[in-house]
């Protein structure tokens, strides 16, 4: 089973991805800041992780290097932003995909599997290369 961390202010975003995860068998935990993120990453591994972007894109792309290192997972974005700016800045800080508020399920389910099966193939080659050595 896939652990997924999802980190929004919003209450009701939260809610609503957790409840189409879970259906689908994911855990999901939720954190409402970075402070409350950070801290469930050093007792929690995730396989994929979503943030909001709550703050500035400059404030938010430090913050998700942060993460990043703490988890070693991918990560997407979820925004109410229409600036295709702060999607390519996300993009070029190792966000993995980026996603426009308001949700669907059908898109933020396709993006978990696809993100989640690269991840396992990517773990798969590093293995791979490994053995090799």
């Known amino acids: 089973m896939s652990t ?3 980190i929004d202010a919003e209450e009701c975003i939260r809610d609503t991805v957790k409840y189409f995860l879970t ?4 855990e999901v935990h939720t954190a409402q ?7 469930l990453t050093k007792y929690s591994k995730y396989d994929l992780i979503f943030f909001d972007t709550i703050w500035e894109m400059k404030q938010c792309l ?5 993460l990043k290192r703490a988890s070693n ?3 997407v974005v979820i925004t109410a932003s229409p600036d295709d700016k702060d999607a390519v800045a996300a993009r070029a800080a190792g ?3 980026y996603l426009p508020k308001p949700l669907t399920q059908e ?3 396709q993006v ?3 993100a989640l099966r690269r991840k396992k193939s990517d773990c798969r080659v590093f293995r791979d290369m490994a053995y090799a050595m």
Do not use: F
Request: aromatic letters at 10%; one cysteine or more.
């Open 107 to 109: 898109r933020l389910l």
């Open 95 to 97: 966000v993995y995909d």
């Open 112 to 114: 978990t599997g696809i």
């Open 23 to 26: 259906e689908k068998g994911y």
């Open 62 to 66: 430090g913050i998700m290097r942060s």
């Open 4 to 6: 997924i961390l999802v």
């Open 33 to 39: 800041n970075y402070e409350e993120a950070l801290s």
């Open 73 to 75: 997972c991918p990560m």
